[in-house]
């Protein structure tokens, strides 16, 4: 069976009702300055491909950069997307674990292999996002990100 080939953890993200609300309090943890909140592009426009459709699903992120790890926010906007679906059934919690490849393909096979199947998919500036059902083998969803896109097909 393959593996990840990457031990090195880049993101844990939790989902949030309420950007604002989060953000202060974890900013205020922490001791650290609020960090700016981004809004995703439509998901029209990143190609974003959930459970098999496409969807215009959003989300506002915040990151917490927190030395090799980064602590990421995320309030979903609309339906239809990991995140929506993640916060409707469990309401806030940690959402998932990411990490980086070089090769997105051979990745989505791998997570297959070992039960994770790939849901939900989108564009990333020349790069690529896309979560992995990881709760029933690893008690969470797993994330992979991609400097340079490679086609899944």
Known sequence: MAAL???????????????LVSRARFAALLG???????ETLP????????????????A?????????????????I????AWAEDFDLK???????AFWTEDMKET???????????IMRGDMGDG????????????VMLEILEHKRTELD
Do not use: C
């Not at 506002?60 to 995320?74: N, P, R, T, W, Y």
């Open 5 to 19: 080939r990457n031990t090195k953890l880049a993101q844990v993200a939790i989902v949030v009702a309420d950007m």
């Open 32 to 38: 650290v300055a609020e960090p700016d909140i981004i």
């Open 43 to 58: 998901g029209e426009e990143v190609r974003l491909n959930y459970r098999g459709k496409r969807t215009n699903a959003k």
């Open 60 to 76: 506002k992120l915040a990151f917490f950069d927190m030395g090799d790890v980064q602590l990421e926010l995320i309030q979903p």
């Open 78 to 81: 609309g339906v239809d997307s």
């Open 91 to 97: 309401g806030e919690r940690v959402h998932h674990l």
């Open 108 to 118: 989505v096979a791998t997570l297959d292999e070992h039960g994770a199947p790939l």
């Open 128 to 139: 690529q996002y896309a979560y992995f059902d990881g709760v029933p083998q690893f008690g």
